[in-house]
DNA sequence: CCGAGTGTCTACCACTTGGTAAGTGAAGCG
DNA sequence: CGCTTCACTTACCAAGTGGTAGACACTCGG
């Protein structure tokens, strides 16, 4: 039941807004790719179906695919606004943050926050990998440039004798396994008695940050 | 061509075998299970269709719906033999191991071997854990007896001071998924320059060891 | 006011999906 | 021998799947 039919706004109704007509068209793009990557993040490229995409955002399934070309485009188009979005959030918790161990806070805190409020960003990660390449390829690329931050980073401070040296991309994987994890296995959380709540998340976190920080960081020579 | 038809034994010849009639039936089924297990943990639930898996055995898809009432018993069935496995592994790799961190090590080699080995093992974990409920409890109440020992052997170790302090459930969780992302996520291994192979792959569990060692034992009060 | 272009829709299409119904052949049992 | 049971098949089906073709409405430059 009026699933498609312009339900939105009144039938012949076109709104005014400065941009005009070539205007409308970006927005439901921008539509279509929000709800593209919440589904995609949170139940998966597969089991995300075109027509239920379409029926969710009043529109229907050509007009997904007027603006992407396949479905495989859409995820590409997806992932490229995926990884634009994680590089900014990272850039902007880094940017305040100071030398050394705090920015390792820094992330992971800003991982935590954006596992409450987008988890559909960080799940969109995990599902890419999950489906290899070509997808998981375009978001290596993606994050290439933070990635090799990354590891610069962790090699500065192995070299600096605060961070305990072994290979920067291994720290950097396991690291990355342990957070993420931590962040978003849910169901693996809730298999060991942990059920998801805001104290719970804030508890977890601070472990976490504990255990990433014995880990890494050095034995201080007392 | 073929793919059908009972192209396995020659028409007619049916092989007696002690256990006979009825054991047929069992080897289908066994058949069934390796291969759907294969399917589900390296392509992914959604991503296997019956029909296809039925291909791969030569069989018709109604033969597999016969054993299995229908797709999601299937993966019931599967989880239940993959779990089984696991948990056989790891007691076996646990038998042979002292005390204290020697058994962390046991596991953790016990992991790699299985990411080498049999991959499709760890990977019906992952793939089950995305999927969620009901999938995801019957392997979280399978794996519980596990669990729980490693629980309680996290909490022992603690107790006489040989571990970092903290609650053991969290650290489970943290070890859990450092050790499955080290071990299995070669989509962002590649991300980080490391391309897979044996060599590297002993040198990943060396340092995921030492990553996991300063993690938690607790600091030696010299 | 006209013609081009843009954005969206209706109407299909070929193909695949999980699942059902009904049957077939062989083995086991009385 | 006939009857049942087991293992499996052929023949379908309704409901989706991603994707194409073509039309319609609406806006804008000329």
Do not use: C
């Not at 076109?14 to 993040?41: C, K, N, V």
């Not at 992932?79 to 959030?89: E, F, H, K, V």
């Not at 960003?121 to 998981?136: I, K, N």
């Not at 959380?189 to 890494?216: H, K, M, N, W």
């Amino acid at each position: 039941m009026a699933t498609s039919g312009g339900a939105g706004t009144p039938a012949g109704t076109t709104i005014e807004r400065p941009g005009g007509r070539a205007a409308r068209g970006r927005e439901t793009d921008d539509r279509i790719l929000a709800a593209a990557l919440q589904s995609f993040g949170t139940k998966g490229y597969e089991a995300t179906s075109l027509d239920q995409l379409a029926g969710e955002l009043g529109v229907t399934k050509q007009t997904i695919l007027y603006h992407h070309s396949s479905k495989a485009a859409l995820l590409d188009a997806v992932i490229d606004r995926a990884t634009a979005d994680l590089t900014a959030t990272f850039d902007e918790a880094l940017r305040g943050a100071g030398p050394g161990w705090e920015r390792v806070e820094a992330l992971v805190r800003s991982v935590f926050r954006l596992a409450l409020r987008r988890p559909e960003l960080l799940g969109l990660v995990r599902e890419v990998s999950r489906l290899g390449a070509p997808a998981s390829t375009r978001v290596a690329e993606n994050l290439e440039p933070m990635v090799r931050r990354a590891r610069a980073f962790l090699a500065a401070e192995m070299d600096a004798g605060r961070m305990r040296r072994s290979d920067p991309a291994l720290v950097l994987v396991s690291a990355y396994s342990t957070v993420l994890g931590v962040a978003t296995e849910v169901e693996v959380l809730r298999a060991v008695g942990i059920e998801p709540s805001l104290r719970a998340t804030v508890v977890r976190r601070r472990e976490l940050l504990a255990f990433l920080r014995s880990a890494l960081v050095a034995p201080t020579p007392s």
